[in-house]
T-cell receptor
Framework: TAGITQAPTSQILAAGRSMTLRCTQD?????MYWYRQDLGLGLRLIHY???????GKGEVPDGYSVSRANTDDFPLTLASAVPSQTSVYFC????????????FGPGTRLTVL | GQNIDQPTEMTATEGAIVQINCTYQ??????LFWYQQHAGEAPTFLSY??LDGLEEKGRFSSFLSRSKGYSYLLLKELQMKDSASYLC??????????WGAGTKLIIKP
């Protein structure tokens, strides 16, 4: 079982360009999440989805958008990247939205120049 | 505001015991998680506490006191592979996880 996969593993992006980070899970989990992790800071929630067809904003949603067309996929799009979006991005999923262990993908290391 | 505090770094000796503390102030409380994260890897689940007391799982134990806004992770019989960051996270009233910055644990032979 693959669990959660993310693509790409790493990317260097020019400021102003758009990019979509991909996330796919095969556990049939209802809830999915996007976090960013920066040195010295805790994981910060960008967007989440409690079930297919619904999304919500987390702590740091500005500059990012998501969609949840089906259970398995939860892509994160940067419409016009800025250097402050340089970070490691983790996708995670859980069986439900409350009190469940979250399973994390391997992460995408993004550098915006 | 919401706040999770844990020490930035700790050092311990192989075979010893170490306690990593976490204090929190959050809008509501629906449980506390501990995750382990090796350098360059994803976080992995260690424990979940929602009621006061000690939860033991092999070499790892986690304690919670809701009245004090306090938890600790206890690691026994330390092994070199335990060198990692340990992340404390609280599930708030909106069922969103609020994460601490993590404690980097260095194990010395």
């Amino acid at each position: 079982t693959a669990g959660i996969t993310q693509a790409p593993t790493s990317q260097i992006l020019a400021a102003g360009r758009s990019m979509t980070l991909r996330c796919t899970q095969d556990m049939r989990h209802n809830a999915m999440y996007w976090y960013r992790q920066d040195l010295g800071l805790g994981l910060r929630l960008i967007h989440y989805s409690n079930t297919a067809g619904t999304t919500g904003k987390g702590e740091v949603p500005d500059g990012y958008s998501v969609s949840r067309a089906n259970t398995d996929d939860f892509p994160l799009t940067l419409a016009s990247a800025v250097p402050s979006q340089t970070s490691v991005y983790f996708c995670a999923s859980s069986d439900s939205a409350g009190g469940e262990e979250q399973f994390f993908g391997p992460g995408t290391r993004l550098t915006v120049l | 505001g919401q706040n999770i505090d844990q020490p930035t770094e700790m050092t311990a000796t192989e075979g010893a015991i170490v306690q990593i503390n976490c204090t929190y102030q959050t809008s509501g409380f629906n449980g506390l998680f501990w995750y382990q994260q090796h350098a360059g890897e994803a976080p992995t689940f260690l424990s979940y506490n929602v009621l006061d007391g000690l939860e033991e799982k092999g070499r790892f134990s986690s304690f919670l006191s809701r009245s004090k806004g306090y938890s600790y992770l206890l690691l026994k019989e330390l092994q070199m592979k335990d060198s990692a960051s340990y992340l404390c996270a609280v599930l708030d009233s909106n069922y969103q996880l609020i994460w601490g910055a993590g404690t980097k644990l260095i194990i010395k032979p």
